[in-house]
């Protein structure tokens, strides 16, 4: 009968764990249907926190992580093999418990109204510092998740995509603290009042921001992916593939001339250049876009010399060559017969600053922000996903345009094939998810937004990395130690 309690208070925890772990594993999986489950996911380990040890407080966020970090799993393991995978989603869980313990102590120990900022500032912190170090750029952020929330997403053109984080990680911090200070009406007060003041502000600027008129000219733009097995895979030419494939994409530009399409867009390693046939081959694509008065775009396997690259083809509808642009960002592992490139792609389409970058380039916020720091209106972007990320890593590249105030249009082998505006809404789409043929006709505006993440960069990072240490700072005053369990 004594232990009663103790196996009550075991089982609240076991239900904890297994309640935000699984809030974690819908909410931040890679589809993004259920978003708004991230809301809510950490609200059973930081109400855990108040009622438990530090250690407990670690031990319990560490599982509830692990469990919710099992839905990036098996695609961790297909991108970057079974140990990398173990060691990111063990190092992820380790960093999660660690900004628990940290927010525990601080509503603990600090015991103001502030503190309902502390979840918020550390993880937006954490997230900040991983994006700067980490070599997959942003890909880590629980931002994506939230990429179907269109009226959030808009804050991205102030804050760059910390500020989703930030937002996503106050709502349950205000949850908790409104409890924590529920019987104090003066820390009551702040602690819900301020924060729903800003939650507040953010949705209405983006609500607003969605509001806004499309007053640019519209460009009609065909996308095409060809059978995911005909294209030629390998890092050395193969004539009869390379032929086969040439003619399909080749053949698929008077279709889209005939619908009025401006500009036609391939996905990445669309096409073989090698030192043999390579002259021919780009005679040819210069005489095709001279003949139907239409751009080309094209991702392309460059064999041509003895540095290879991943790069992309701009011809424009004079049949002259205005972009060759190599991939910065390479895959690890599965690209390094590549040299990265160095230099963003920009050309002028008509009258307009457009370019071209090649899939991970767009994961990396600080390279695309040079784009929007050069005027650029749309950004054309041949990719090759996973199939199993289609939709996240399209929706990762629409982000950057929502930073940066440019539409975007994506065609991506094995993911989708998008069209989107500068508030991150994808107006066409169509998939090569199934490993088939795809291509989709729509108009992209050619409107651009300056946006104040552009001008300032990474000033909200910056903010968070120094409340945070303003935090820890008085935390050791309060303590006089930073650990104690």
């Known amino acids: 009968m004594s232990n009663s309690p103790s196996k009550f208070k075991f089982l609240v925890i076991i239900a904890g764990i297994l309640l935000s772990g699984l809030l974690y594993y819908y909410g931040n999986g890679l589809n993004g249907d259920y978003w708004y489950l991230v809301w809510l996911a950490p609200l059973p380990v930081l109400f855990l926190s108040l009622k438990t040890s530090g250690r407990a407080t670690f031990i319990i966020s560490f599982f509830a992580y692990i469990i ?12 970057a093999t079974i140990v990398p995978a173990v060691i990111f989603t063990i190092l992820l869980s380790l960093i999660f418990a660690l900004i628990i313990f940290i ?6 120990k600090i015991n103001s109204w502030y503190v309902v900022f502390a979840f918020p500032v550390f993880f937006t912190t954490f997230e900040y510092l991983l994006i700067k170090l980490s070599p997959d750029g942003t890909a880590g952020s629980i931002a994506y998740s939230q990429i179907n929330f269109l009226p959030l997403i808009q804050i991205a053109s102030i804050t760059g995509i910390l500020g989703i984080t930030f937002f ?16 104090e009406k003066k820390k009551l007060f702040y602690a819900v009042a301020c924060p729903f003041f800003l939650i507040a502000s953010i949705l209405l600027f983006g609500v607003l921001r969605l509001k806004k008129n499309i007053t640019g000219n519209r460009i009609k733009v065909g996308l095409v992916v060809f059978d995911e097995k005909k294209h030629n895979n390998s890092n050395e030419p193969n004539p009869g593939k390379d032929k086969l494939v040439t003619d399909f994409y080749l053949s698929q530009v008077p279709q889209f001339a005939m619908k009025g399409a401006q500009v036609v867009v391939f996905p990445e390693r669309a096409l073989s250049i090698d030192s043999l046939s390579g002259a021919h081959l780009l005679d040819t ?18 064999l041509a010399h003895a ?4 790069s992309a083809l701009v011809i424009n509808a004079e049949g002259d060559i205005v972009a060759n642009y190599n991939k910065a960002y390479l895959v690890k ?43 650029a209106s749309i ?3 041949p990719a090759w996903d996973f199939i199993v990320d289609d939709w996240l890593h399209s929706r990762m590249s629409v982000l950057r345009g929502v930073e940066n105030g440019f539409s975007e249009v994506r065609a ?12 991150g809404r994808v107006t066409y789409e169509s998939s090569s998810s199934n490993l088939l043929a795809a291509s989709l006709t729509g108009s992209v505006s050619n409107q651009r937004i300056n946006t104040i993440y552009t001008r300032m960069g990474n000033w909200f990072g910056i903010v968070n990395l120094l409340v945070a240490f303003i935090f820890v700072i008085i935390l050791y005053k309060k303590r006089g130690r930073l650990i104690k369990v």
């Open 168 to 183: 996503i990680t106050l709502i349950p911090s205000v949850i908790v603290s409104g409890w924590h200070f529920r019987k």
């Open 285 to 302: 694509l210069r005489a095709v876009a001279r003949q139907y008065k239409i751009y080309i775009i094209t991702g392309y396997t460059n």
């Open 333 to 375: 592992g599965q690209e390094d017969q590549f040299k990265p490139g160095k230099n963003i792609g920009l050309f002028k389409l008509n009258d307009i600053q457009a370019g071209v970058a090649i899939c991970k380039d767009m994961d990396f916020r600080d390279y695309i922000k040079q784009y929007g720091t050069e005027k």
């Open 307 to 310: 540095v290879k690259h991943n």
């Open 379 to 381: 950004l054309f972007v």
């Open 412 to 423: 991506a082998r094995q993911g989708e094939l998008t069209i989107s505006d500068f508030c």
């Open 103 to 108: 927010t525990r102590q601080s509503v603990s």
């Open 68 to 79: 919710g970090r099992l839905s990036w799993f098996s695609y961790l393991v297909d991108v």
